[in-house]
């Protein structure tokens, strides 16, 4: 582990570093706990929330009247399971420059990121870690980043909240399908996203791509803010995607948490979790109208990524492809020899259980709940 690794482990802010003051004494009065161990971290953050207050004011005062003015169009959704290969499409997409898409520095900083980025991003950069905690996947402050970050700082109404607070995460889970939410929050988490989604599209000028897991289990509200919005949903063998899950969490306990996480039931929160995801997204993907949604497979994607966002470009009936063709080989060409992350064989009886317990989601994709499946994710 190098410096870079070190302090983002020990002191780094996380999702909350577009924290601001206010905000983060709201938070704290709730009643969520931080433990002594994670002090660094909350020292860290009180100090980032002070700057973005000092920030926020500049920026409204320069920004907010043209932002406010900005007529949104219709953004694509890119949906799946975390671990399913959405930033990988995302990434892909994310070539054609027809297309924006909210980066790193923005979805951190998502109140100040008009007014700061230019100046601070290049300084930042230089206590970011070269690749992602939770895989081999280069990153930097300019890579395709989820949105539901920025809404995590800005309402603390995500489910990624849960990750900061590890043992009070139930407090947070009505966040991920936001069903169960008051009126007044799901008011407060549209508002939210319309204005990143407004400063991001004046700070560009294109159509937006957005990538983040949760909204998977979001469509029918999506719909509601976007009735011309265009979807495509990713699947992956399910027995990867929960040990790449697994690893996921555990990597983003260690460098985002306030808590130390409970010792036991990581696993069940995978598996309750997915289902919950699942069940609200076949419940509401027969609302999207036609020529709006498209699906694909991660395993064809890594087999064929020309061919496969080629087929995506035509059934959604996004701009020509043929000018995006060598910008995409060139990047798929650059992905040569990259190395994922390995895993053990599962034990028998907890893959019995994921075949069983996610048993629709093998069927609706075909994929064989007792297959041996590859070492690599």
């Known amino acids: 582990m190098n410096w870079r690794e070190m302090l983002l482990k020990h002191c780094g ?16 009065r709730t009643g969520v706990a931080i433990d002594p161990s994670r002090l660094p971290r909350a020292f860290t953050i009180t100090l980032q929330s002070l700057r973005n207050s000092r920030r926020l004011g500049a920026e409204r005062r320069q920004y907010e009247p043209q932002v406010r003015g900005v007529v949104l169009q219709p ?35 998502p ?52 990750t900061i607070f590890p043992r009070q995460a139930g407090r947070f889970a009505k966040y991920l399908t936001l069903r169960n939410a008051a009126p007044a929050e799901i008011a407060e988490w549209r508002a939210a996203l319309v204005h990143f989604l407004q400063k991001l599209q004046w700070r560009h000028g294109r159509p937006l791509v957005l990538k983040s897991p949760p909204h998977t289990a979001r469509i029918r509200l999506l719909l509601e803010m976007f009735p011309a919005a265009k979807f495509v949903h990713i699947h992956r063998n399910p027995q990867v995607v929960f040990q790449s899950t697994r690893r996921l969490l555990l990597k983003l306990l260690d460098v985002q948490s306030l808590q130390r996480p409970p010792a036991e039931g990581l696993d069940d929160h995978i598996l309750a979790q997915y289902n919950e995801m699942y069940d609200a997204f076949f419940e509401d993907r027969r609302l999207i109208p036609e020529g709006q949604y498209h699906e694909l497979a991660f395993e064809r994607l890594e087999r064929d990524p020309v061919g496969e966002i080629r087929a995506l470009y035509e059934a959604l009936d996004l701009p020509a492809f043929a000018s995006f063709e060598p910008a995409l080989c060139k990047y798929v060409d650059s992905l040569v020899g990259y190395k994922k992350n390995t895993f053990p064989e599962l034990p028998p009886k907890l893959k019995a259980r994921i075949g069983t317990t996610w048993n629709r989601c093998f069927e609706e994709w075909g994929y064989s709940a007792g297959a041996p499946i590859a070492r690599e994710s």
């Not at 003051?21 to 938070?27: A, E, I, K, P, S």
């Not at 280069?138 to 990624?160: H, V």
């Open 111 to 162: 109140r100040t990121f008009l007014s700061t980025e230019a100046r601070d991003a290049r300084k930042l950069a230089r206590f970011l870690p070269r690749h992602r905690p939770m895989d081999n996947m280069e990153w930097d402050l300019s890579s395709p980043q989820e949105d539901e970050i920025a809404l995590c700082s800005s309402t603390f109404k995500s489910t990624y909240m849960g």
């Open 75 to 109: 953004p694509i959704f890119i949906l799946g399971h975390w671990r399913t290969g959405t930033t990988h499409l995302h990434q892909l997409i994310a070539q054609d420059t027809r297309f924006a898409f909210p980066n790193n520095y923005q979805v951190s900083f």
């Open 13 to 28: 802010p996380g999702m909350l570093s577009g924290v601001t003051m206010r905000d983060w004494v709201r938070l704290l």
